[in-house]
């Protein structure tokens, strides 16, 4: 029944080279996100929920970040395999030049008029305007970002992922020294607050850029183009938007959508504290999904190697076997993250936050849901973000990422929060809906055998 995931010798071998820098890049940035989110907890919920609040529109961009870096790394690896580099420096121009322009955009209109572009995310307004004062700092980092993801993520499509995972430790690690001693006042600075843990932030972008400029005069692993970067040319371009528009859509609509969850908790009964309980539980999550995101950016590479490579026969039973491994380490996951979630956080986490009884409630209640419902989330993660994208079916991955979550979760999330005011399990119940509809919707797409596209062209 499984013959599939009998793989020829040093499949799992390269598997598990390719996916532990993305894990430990993802472990590093969770566990200094939560030093983060810990510092300022230190501050008081207000400030905390405030910060939550300014992230919102942000998430929001970063999905259009990871869009553009996703969509390109669709043809990235296809191309990779190909031993086209020439190509490869186009569709890396080109994706600077999308976040670029929405990047600079975006922080300019947040830097005009902050309280009122805030005041759209909740309705407390001692919240809005830490979010506010936190934002008008933090934006400028925006622009950074996105030229820095898309960099990283190129490299990653290229079998090198060790590099996001030298640059963001660097800069979680700058970005947590910062927070301590701007948001407190040490070493003789001045205690900043929320504002210093913006303008720490902003600093380790800038440690990010560094890397990246050394990094690209430097490398060996691949030489950029600039010809080529500078002049992509109308066939690539055409490609890029033909494939990576479903992609930048998917992602960009994905990230709208699910801070739409935080924008109807925002405007609940009791939105402090829930926004409070939501903050630390989603840090806790992004621990937990560490191992899952890891093995779907590798299924990407894997897949669209494989295609760019010529060697399409084995990609169905590939996409197969690593959409298995997918639900079973979503399962042992999920047990683990449950067992945890029962013991040691209540005793041991919510107190680093000084959350109040009813707030560590709410955020208990939020990591059980999301630990019940990890192991389809870790088949959806693997099968739309790696395979069928790394296939070269992004219109069909759209579909299936986008439906659920504004025709089922997000009507259900704001029916039973805001309308019948069920509280925060029913929001949960709402919110875990999509991802049993995409469970079955994906297994279909999957079977039939049509997300297997060679998206790859010959540059005259």
């Known amino acids: 029944m499984f013959h599939f995931m009998k793989r ?8 598990v080279a390719l996916a532990l820098p993305i894990v ?19 501050l008081g919920e207000v400030p905390m929920a405030g910060v939550t609040l300014a992230n919102i529109p942000f998430y929001a961009l970063q999905m259009f970040f990871f ?22 420096s186009r569709i890396l121009g080109l994706s600077w030049l999308a976040v670029g322009v929405l990047s600079v955009l975006f922080s300019a209109f947040l830097m005009t008029d902050p309280v009122r572009f805030m005041g759209l995310f909740g309705n407390d307004s001692a919240a809005v305007d830490v979010a506010a004062r936190y934002g008008r700092i933090v934006c400028v980092s925006y622009i950074l970002n996105g030229l820095n993801l898309v960099y990283m993520g190129a490299h990653r499509s290229m079998e090198n992922p060790r590099l996001g995972l030298y640059m963001l430790s ?101 939105s402090t504290e829930i926004l409070a309980a939501f903050t630390v539980a989603g840090n806790v999550e992004k621990l937990a999904l560490v191992a899952l995101i890891g093995l779907a950016g590798t299924a990407a590479i894997v897949v669209g190697r494989e295609i760019g490579a010529g060697r399409i026969e084995t990609v169905y039973d590939i996409g197969l076997a690593l959409n298995v491994l997918s639900v079973a380490a979503g399962l042992v996951v999920g047990v683990v993250m449950l067992g945890v979630s029962w013991t040691l956080v209540p005793r041991y986490i919510f107190p680093l936050f000084q959350l109040s009884d009813s707030t ?16 389809p ?84």
């Open 24 to 42: 430990l890049q993802n472990l590093v940035t969770s566990t200094l996100a939560l030093a983060d989110t810990f510092m300022v907890g230190l």
């Open 377 to 460: 989330r870790a088949f959806n993660f693997t099968n739309i973000v790696g395979v069928l994208r790394g296939g070269g079916d992004v219109r069909a991955a759209t579909i299936i990422d986008l439906l659920p979550l504004w025709l089922v979760s997000i009507p259900a999330t704001a029916l039973f929060g805001l309308v019948f005011k069920w509280g925060v399990f029913w929001v949960y119940v709402g919110i875990s809906l999509d991802q049993l509809v995409k469970f079955f919707l994906g297994i279909w797409r999957l079977r039939s055998g049509e997300w297997i596209n060679d998206l790859t062209v010959t540059e005259g």
């Open 8 to 15: 020829e010798p040093g499949f799992y071998r390269g598997i």
């Open 360 to 375: 560590g409630r709410i955020a208990l209640t939020m990591l059980t849901m999301i630990a019940v419902i990890m192991a």
């Open 170 to 270: 660097a800069s979680m690690l700058t970005n947590t020294f910062l927070n301590w001693v701007l948001i407190f006042g040490k070493l003789g600075a001045p205690a900043m607050g929320v504002e210093g843990a913006a303008l720490a932030t902003l600093v380790a972008r800038c440690v990010e850029t560094l890397i990246v400029l050394v990094h690209a005069v430097a490398s060996k692993h691949f030489r950029i183009d600039l010809t080529c970067l500078l002049h992509p040319g109308r066939e690539i371009a055409r490609k890029l938007a033909v494939y990576a528009t479903p992609v930048i859509l998917n992602e960009t609509l994905w990230g709208v959508g699910t801070g739409m969850y935080t924008t109807i908790m925002g405007h609940m009964d009791n």
């Open 67 to 88: 869009g553009v870096q996703s969509g390109a790394a669709v043809l990235i690896s296809q191309y990779w395999g190909k031993g086209d580099h020439k190509t490869i």
